[in-house]
């Protein structure tokens, strides 16, 4: 752990400045706005170890794959979100020392990041060589009311100085993703255009021809008084500045204003791209910054009102749910349904920034209960519209008549990953899209999507599952050899507990929703067919044949389920026991080890209980808890969410608190000693489903609101909003009461601790 942030309700904190903690903070730091995203890397050069980052939402390369064998039905490329040209810098010099954090004296160096108003602000006293210094404040934020817009005002306040000073603003597409399996640069420059004060650099992607137009509009002032000195400039490949020189003296204040517009082919025609980013830099200079900022302040406000949870008594607590949900907050806005989330967002390489079965298994919930519904349909949409790749993707593997497996990492819908144990054989991540559409309705009530889009993708899926199993004569019953379940620690096994009971919940739900869509939608059931040539005689009938007879493991003597064949061939030693010089396993010990070993990464028998909850009582749930929980070392970021929201329900409160704290400051203390890399965004919304699942005891149980909320002994309160089918409810948490709050223009249904109650518009109902 490496403890070195301030807490704080609201913000984030870093007081002096530790240059072995730049990379961790540069992720801690990050901005975004659905769109694009920013580490937060300094304005003015840094020669110190950093990672340079700026991401554009959509945008992506396919580096060419690197293996040191080649298997048939690898993926050719691994998709990249690139690290785009970037748009903050701007370079300092005093006299001709030039401002270099790596270089120079740092007093009261300050770092915030305000997760209310979405801005960071960084200020520090900085002395030259030959004892000249200056004081700087930076304050920069990306807009969520213009989305392709960045603002920074950057001030600098002589302290004995009597030199020139001289800024340089640039524009810089000579990047370079840290992670390219090939060291490849992967831009190449279209066009520069400029005019004093006024940039325009367009590049374009090496494949695929993304085209980018980074543009920046600046203005200096001195002593609250705009200068039109002149403007020298510098160009080179892929490259643009532009330099002011500015006479000053000691307590003069120089203050630069500087915006910029990324505008893109996504969004835009190519020829348009510069006119698209001038007419944004026109607009944003005509508003100004502080005009800017107050309605980017404002949107977040009412990101907030539906959105916040509220803890008294525990700062640190207060400010580790505050982060996870402003990172996915800033991550991903929902406008656009060819977006996603990837694992590290806006904030890192790793992962490549491509989509994850993270998203329909713990972001979906999240969106669910905060955003409009739309948001959280789009994320449903944007699978859907991969369908036609899914189906290709599971081509490639040997599947046929329509048959589609969703790949484990995408960009496009094609399958982007390449270790054979994840790409060929995690092929759970099909049934986290179906699960998905039946989580998007029950929550809902949007029955509609199944008719319009829902039930083309889970019939194309449990085609695979069709293809996928095979009937084993020794068992008599169907079996899925050869696969990897969500824990990964184990590859390459027969009838994982989770893959086989996910398949037949697949084909289950399928069967269902053709009876229900035949029933109440027939001329659209009738075009699904002729579109996708469905035999229902013959299909159905087979799914049917194997619901009823697929193999599921369990072990009668213990009276659990088995997480696959021959788990119980391994010696069981709880991860208790584990020598802590030998944690985390997958850093210490080699694959071989952990293969054979009895540990698990993550929730898997537990992660099929924790969707399937109703289907089993809950001392099938203890069972199995309390057998594979003590063998979990949880060095997945998406592992102890899931524990604490079944170790609630059990009323373990001490056990769901300590797995709770496992994931709520994940990143902010850095447990994994991996921030640096980027955050954890997915994992993110699990923290916040830990709370409103877990400790509030939220569930949707026959289209109707349940809660069975508990209070941790170490805080004083707490309290959630959610959104449920068009309505606003809160929910207040204390050791002597729950109160209820309906935010709602009608009267609400609410069940608690399995009491009804019916709550009138705009009051609220306190039980006790």
């Known amino acids: 752990m490496n403890e070195y942030l301030k807490h704080d309700e609201w913000c984030i904190i870093e007081e002096g400045f530790n240059p072995e903690n730049q990379r961790s903070s540069e992720s801690i730091f990050s901005l975004g706005n659905g769109h694009i995203g920013q580490r937060a890397n300094f304005e003015e050069q840094y020669s110190g170890d950093t990672l340079q980052g700026n991401y554009i939402a959509g945008i992506y390369y396919p580096d060419k794959t690197k293996v040191g064998w080649w298997k048939n039905g690898y993926p050719e490329y691994f998709a990249k979100v690139l690290n785009a040209p970037n748009w903050i810098g701007i370079n300092i010099l005093v006299g001709k020392q030039e401002l270099d954090l790596a270089k120079v004296k740092i007093k009261n160096f300050r770092r915030v990041l305000n997760m209310k108003e979405g801005y960071l602000e960084r200020s520090f ?16 934020f990306l807009s969520i009311t213009q989305n392709e817009l960045g603002c920074i005002k950057y001030q600098i306040r002589c302290v004995n100085i009597d030199d020139t000073i001289t800024i340089e603003p640039y524009i810089d597409a000579d990047v370079i993703n840290e992670d390219a399996n090939y060291n490849e640069k992967f831009w190449e420059e279209v066009d520069i255009e400029s005019r004093p004060g006024e940039a325009y650099l367009t590049a374009k992607t090496k494949k695929l021809d993304f085209y980018v137009c980074t543009s920046m509009k600046f203005s200096i002032e001195k002593n609250n008084t705009e200068i039109k000195n002149t403007v020298k400039e510098n160009k080179r490949k892929k490259y643009l500045s532009q330099r002011v020189s500015v006479d000053c003296k000691t307590d003069d204040v120089i203050t630069i204003y500087k915006y910029a517009s990324i505008t893109h082919s996504e969004n835009h025609d190519k020829e ?11 607009s944003a200079t005509e508003k100004g910054f502080n005009q800017l900022f107050t309605e980017h302040a404002n949107a977040w406000k009412k990101k907030w009102t539906t959105s916040d949870i509220e803890i008294e008594g525990d700062v640190a607590g207060q400010q580790g749910i505050r982060f996870n949900i402003f990172q996915l907050n800033q991550t991903y806005t929902g406008d656009d349904e060819r977006l996603n989330i990837g694992p590290k967002g806006f904030t890192g390489e790793k992962y490549g920034g491509s989509t994850y079965w993270d998203t329909e298994a713990y972001c979906l919930p999240f969106y669910l209960r905060t955003s409009e519904q739309q948001v959280a349909k789009n994320l449903l949409l944007y699978r859907y519209r991969h369908l036609p790749k899914a189906i290709e993707n599971a081509g490639k593997l040997g599947f046929k008549d329509g048959a589609a497996l969703y790949p484990m990492v995408t960009m496009n819908g094609e399958e982007c990953h390449n270790e054979w144990e994840i790409t060929f054989e995690e092929i759970h991540r099909n049934g986290a899209i179906a699960y998905a559409i039946y989580n998007y309705t029950r929550y809902t009530g949007d029955e509609s999507y199944i008719e319009d889009y829902g039930l083309e993708v889970l019939i194309a899926i449990s085609r695979f599952w069709a293809q996928r199993v095979n009937f084993s004569q020794e068992k008599k019953q169907y079996v899925i050899l050869g696969v990897t379940g969500p824990n990964e620690y184990e590859n ?13 919940w697949c084909l289950d739900y399928t069967l269902k929703m053709i009876t229900k869509v035949q029933t109440e939608a027939p001329e659209k059931y009738k075009k699904l067919k002729e579109k996708i040539h469905f035999n229902e005689l013959k299909e159905a009938g087979k799914w049917t ?58 929730a898997d028998v537990l992660q099929g209980l924790f969707f399937f909850e109703d289907h089993y009582d809950e001392d099938t749930i203890k069972r199995n808890f309390d057998f594979y929980e003590p063998l979990t070392v949880h060095e997945s970021s998406l592992s102890p969410c899931v524990h604490t929201i079944l170790a609630a329900k059990l009323g373990y409160k001490e056990q769901a608190y300590e797995l709770y704290l496992r994931t709520a400051r994940l990143d902010l203390d ?42 941790p002994p170490q805080w004083n309160k707490y309290s959630f909003i959610v959104k449920f089918r068009g309505k606003l409810i809160k929910v207040e948490v204390t050791n002597e009461k729950t109160i209820v709050y309906n935010q709602h223009n009608e009267k609400i249904k609410v069940i608690v601790h399995g009491l009804d109650y019916s709550i009138n518009a705009h009051e609220s109902l306190e039980i006790r």
């Open 125 to 140: 006293y900085a002395e030259f060589s030959n004892e000249q210094a200056i004081e700087v404040t930076a304050k920069r």
């Open 272 to 282: 348009q791209l510069t006119i698209a980013a001038h007419n944004n830099l026109e």
């Open 492 to 504: 390459n096994v027969n009838n994982n507990w989770y893959t086989n009971t996910i398949a037949r």
């Open 545 to 602: 044949n194997i619901v009823d007879n697929i193999y599921i493991p369990e072990d009668e003597d213990l009276n659990i389920f088995l997480q696959q064949d021959g788990f119980l061939d391994k010696e069981i030693i709880p991860a208790e026991n584990l020598d802590p010089e030998q944690r985390p396993i997958n850093q210490k010990w080699s694959w071989d080890r952990i293969l054979r070993s009895c540990y698990i990464k993550q």
């Open 670 to 711: 850095d447990y994994n000693n991996e921030v640096n890399q980027g955050l954890h965004i997915t994992s993110m919304a699990g923290t916040y489903l830990s709370i409103v699942e877990g400790f509030g005891g939220m569930r949707i149980k026959n289209g109707e609101l349940h809660f069975n909320p508990f209070l």
